[in-house]
């Protein structure tokens, strides 16, 4: 299977795909070839680290995604993934950045989509804030962290001034690439407002606060197909798979343990942890399919038995 930096790429069709935890059963293949690609991609990379000396992150990543169970509900024609076993390192493997991504893309959008019902006048808007690029990530990451928390705190107080005060509630992460020009993070947000934020005042505001950047982005979204600009939002993790071998463990080294994605207002203290199963359904008999992962093939079923789980069977 060829490099997954030559390949496709983990990016926001990654993540568009997986907007759903049952999916119609014709949609499996795409599923599995997803985790597949994530798969290969994570064990090009457990070789670098064991290079490194990093025995207990390669061990990690090789264990990680070995097999994958699906529940069939064969009489409504819906598949949802019933068991797999996770390393939980996102920043390095693209198959559990895959699955946190996924999680909180559908958690935020459902609720944004319920403030909007209660709300008419608000408004979601995809927000994005850069800072100039270094060679530094280390210090780079923690201009950004400090800027933007400075940029948050004028949304308290009577005195204070800023677009941001225009944004009821807000979820954002930050991202990192580095293109041969140095490290870039930034940040991708969502702003849910009842007055447009402008785009000249806001990059006016974070210059003066980043002293090094004015570029800024601002666009509403359009939630009659928001998919792709939350995907924006929460495709951060997926980014490292796409790093060079040293960057991709330089970006580990230094941000594990770091928040990454955040929020406030009526989206804050949701839980996107992901868990190693989607949410099952009751009361309905279905099939259990295995698969399990062969390097060079992807996710191969496992013979089936036949065997049929009724109604309250596990």
Known sequence: MPDRRKGEAL??????????????SSDLTGRLRRYGSARENALRFREFLKRQGEHELAKDLNECGNYAMFRDYWTIGQVRLSHICTCRKHLIC??????????????????VQALMADDASLVPYLVTLT?????DLGERFAHLQGCLRAYHKRRMGQRQRGEVRKAAAAVWSYEVTNKGKGWHPHVHAVWLCREAPDAFKLSDEWHGLTGDSFIVDVRPLDMADPVGGFCEVFKYALKFADLADEDRLTAYRTLRGKRLQDSFGELRGLDVEPGDADELLEDLPYIERLFRFRRGLGYVEEVATGEVFNVGCR
Do not use: M, Q, S, W
């Open 11 to 24: 990016d926001v069709g990654t993540l568009a795909g997986e907007t759903r935890e049952g999916f119609k």
């Open 94 to 111: 693209p198959l559990c950045a895959i699955r946190r991504g996924a999680k909180a893309l559908r958690v935020y959008l459902a609720r």
């Open 131 to 135: 800072t100039k690029n270094g060679h």
